[in-house]
């Protein structure tokens, strides 16, 4: 969980960073005022939710996986000790 969370919030930084990025060059080059509430709202949040929900499904996965596998292992060792 804790994982998520950091990744989560890592990815918010990075697409809110690249989203201000974008916004700034998008304004230099037509000529406007960049509205940065558009960098918050329409990239960074967004992606940062796209990220934590695959980062969360990828984690328990790997952890029901490492369950399994425990769960077998302690099997194999209970039968052939």
């Known amino acids: ?5 950091l ?7 990075v697409s809110l960073l690249l989203g201000i990025l974008g916004v700034v060059v998008a304004g230099r080059l037509r000529g406007f005022h960049p509205n940065m ?3 918050y709202r ?14 969360l499904i990828a984690a328990s996965v790997m952890e029901v996986r490492r369950y399994r596998q425990t769960k077998a292992l302690a099997e194999i060792e209970r039968t052939s000790g």
């Open 37 to 39: 509430t558009m960098a």
């Open 1 to 5: 969980m804790l994982v998520t969370f």
């Open 42 to 55: 329409h990239i960074a949040l967004p992606a940062a939710a796209v990220v934590g929900v695959v980062v």
């Open 7 to 13: 990744l989560t919030l890592l990815s918010f930084a």
